[in-house]
Structure formats: C-alpha cells, structure tokens
T-cell receptor, first 110, second 116 residues
Framework: SQQGEEDPQALSIQEGENATMNCSYK?????LQWYRQNSGRGLVHLIL?????REKHSGRLRVTLDTSKKSSSLLITASRAADTASYFC??????????FGAGTTVTVRA | NAGVTQTPKFRVLKTGQSMTLLCAQDMNHEYMYWYRQDPGMGLRLIHYSVGEGTTAKGEVPDGYNVSRLKKQNFLLGLESAAPSQTSVYFCASSVRERPNQRNEQFFGPGTRLTVL
C-alpha cells in the first residue's frame, strides 16, 4: 500500500504565484523526499528532509515536515512555466526504500 | 555520465509472451530498484537490490523476476506477460545507505510496456 498521499491532486496557478502541495503519511519515516516528473520523463529528486528536521530550503523550494501530524508540505515560490510537472512525495524507511504517493499535477499558466 | 539508462523505451507484447527489461547505471551505485507507474497511482516498488548478486521483493513482485549479476545492471523479467502488467516501468539507483547523506534515487527515463 502507498504510504504517502498528496493533496491536492491537481493545481493550476498563474506564473509568478506560489504553489503549495501537501503530503500525509501513515507510519514512521527516516526521511521524506520530494520528486518532480515532467510529462513522459523519469523522476528527478528535488529535496530531502530528515525526520529530525522541521524545514528545509533549496532555491525556490521550501519543505516543511511535521512528524507529530505525519505531514509535509512543498512550497514553490514565484512559479514559472517550467515548473509545470507532477510532484511526488516519497517516504523512506529504511533510508533506501521509498514509498511514493499518487502525486500532485501542477500547471503553471503564462 | 549517462546516469541511469533503460532499454527498450517502448514494447508491445501479447499475453503469455516473455521479455526482459534492462537497466544500467554508470554511477557505481550499490542499490538499484524497479518500479511500475500506473495512472493515478504513483510509483510502486516491484523488486530491489542492495548489491551485486542480491535481490529482494518490493510491494508488487508477483509476475516479475529480477537479477543483478553485475553491479551496474539490474534486469527485470516478465515470464508470461498479462494485460495487468501494462504500465510504465522505471529503474532507479542510489548509493549505499549512509547517515546524514543525500540518499536520493536517480531514475531512468522509463519503459512503456503494453500487453495485449
């Protein structure tokens, strides 16, 4: 069974706006990772946050993790057309074994 | 570096036929994985390997076999294909699990398989 569930399933925003998506999971994790998938391509790793961390930043990405609520959020600031993709959260336990959610499809309108 | 490559990119099989998907990585990664991706379901782990000569079952292993005879290659076999195995298959690799390291997975471009 899949560990992570993303919300919303789909998101449409205007270029320059922020995009926020959430991930909830069920069991203990070592870390939580976010991946991006462009249409017809493989997944690309975006950011990893460990279970003892609460927030991480990478460029225009901000990830938060609340282990008490078993949830994470990914914020993409100042979105661009190139950010149009599907975004997946993946929980890791142990570190090398990932369980993916069904993803959030983000469309950035010019 | 090519990263993770998969062959073939596309394949159409008839029910009952067999085939092997090949994954190769040139990053000297210890761990390798096979996933399938179906519409609306994200990725599900089929089998994985933590080193040359080792394999283990993932979430959905039935109907598939794997082999890791060389560190850089991970083969996924379908002995008797079924329409339920129509999917996009992704291979991935990662370094050995280490504390405080980026244990990210690197993905190949995928193989789109249709079983009629």
């Amino acid at each position: 069974s899949q560990q992570g569930e993303e919300d919303p399933q789909a998101l449409s925003i205007q270029e320059g706006e922020n995009a926020t998506m959430n991930c909830s999971y069920k069991t203990s994790i070592n870390n939580l990772q976010w991946y991006r998938q462009n249409s017809g391509r493989g997944l690309v790793h975006l950011i990893l946050i460990r279970s003892n961390e609460r927030e991480k930043h990478s460029g225009r990405l901000r990830v938060t993790l609340d282990t008490s609520k078993k949830s994470s959020s990914l914020l993409i600031t100042a979105s661009r057309a190139a950010d149009t993709a599907s975004y997946f959260c993946a929980t890791a336990f142990p570190d090398y074994k990932l369980s993916f959610g069904a993803g959030t499809t983000v469309t950035v309108r010019a | 570096n090519a990263g993770v490559t998969q062959t073939p990119k596309f394949r159409v099989l008839k029910t009952g036929q067999s085939m092997t998907l090949l994954c190769a990585q040139d990053m000297n990664h210890e761990y390798m994985y096979w996933y399938r991706q179906d519409p609306g379901m994200g990725l599900r782990l089929i089998h994985y390997s933590v080193g040359e000569g080792t394999t283990a079952k993932g979430e959905v292993p039935d109907g598939y076999n794997v082999s890791r005879l060389k560190k850089q290659n991970f083969l996924l076999g379908l002995e008797s294909a079924a329409p339920s195995q129509t999917s996009v298959y992704f291979c991935a690799s990662s370094v050995r699990e280490r504390p405080n390291q980026r244990n990210e997975q690197f993905f190949g471009p995928g193989t789109r398989l249709t079983v009629l």
